[in-house]
Each structure stands twice: as C-alpha cells, then as structure tokens.
C-alpha cells in the first residue's frame, strides 16, 4: 500500500521560508511525477510544482523563483524549499505522486502571517 507523508509546514512571518518534504512507502513505479499542490480555504486545489523522474520541473507562475521542488530518487522523497512566502501562499499542501495511478499525501499546513 502506497502511502506519503508531508511534514515541514507551519507559522512563518512574510519573507521567511519553510522547506516541506514527502516520505513514501510502498511500491511506487518508476518513472513517475512527484508534485505540491495546495489549496487554500474557499479555493479550488491548484498546482505549485512539479518534477519527473528525470527532473524536469514545472513550477506555478505564482511560486516561480521563489521555491524550488526537488527530489531524492533512491528514496522517493520529495521536497517542496519555499522562499520569499507571501500571505497568499497560505494553504494545506499536499505532496501527490502520479504513476499509471494518482496518490495523494493527507496535507500540511502552512501559515504565513503579514
């Protein structure tokens, strides 16, 4: 059973920065996208960035030089470096991963305070 885990979110100030990170367990297939998307309240959930097995990284207008997504083939982890956070960025991000399947992590929050 495929399972992720975020960790990393919470309370930081404007101009500050949080790094999150996806652990995941199971049996995830190679190659594949690992991905942010987050979603604050009242909106719909929306891509922050993505990146390939191969690396190849596609990043939300909103986010674009301000965080970086990376990640760690050999142990499946993906990890989400947020820079420069703005208030707009609050929301409950979530780390998904898509194979010929689609898992999601439970989310995590973050709160950026003007």
């Known amino acids: 059973q495929v399972q992720l885990v975020e960790t990393g979110g919470g309370l930081v100030q404007a101009g500050g920065s949080l790094r999150l990170s996806c652990v995941t367990s199971?049996?995830?297939?190679?190659?594949?996208?690992m991905g942010w998307y987050r979603q604050a309240p009242g909106k719909q959930r929306e891509l922050v960035a993505t990146?390939?097995?191969?690396?190849?990284?596609n990043y939300a207008d909103s986010v674009k030089g301000r965080f970086t997504i990376s990640r760690d083939n050999a142990e499946n982890t993906v990890y989400l470096q947020m820079d420069s956070l703005k208030p707009d960025d609050t929301a409950v991000y979530y780390c998904?991963?898509?194979?010929?399947?689609?898992?999601w992590g439970q989310g995590t929050q973050v709160t950026v305070s003007s």
């Open positions: 998904r991963v898509q194979t010929a399947w689609i898992y």
């Open positions: 199971g049996n995830i297939f190679s190659p594949n996208t």
């Open positions: 990146i390939t097995t191969a690396g190849y990284t």
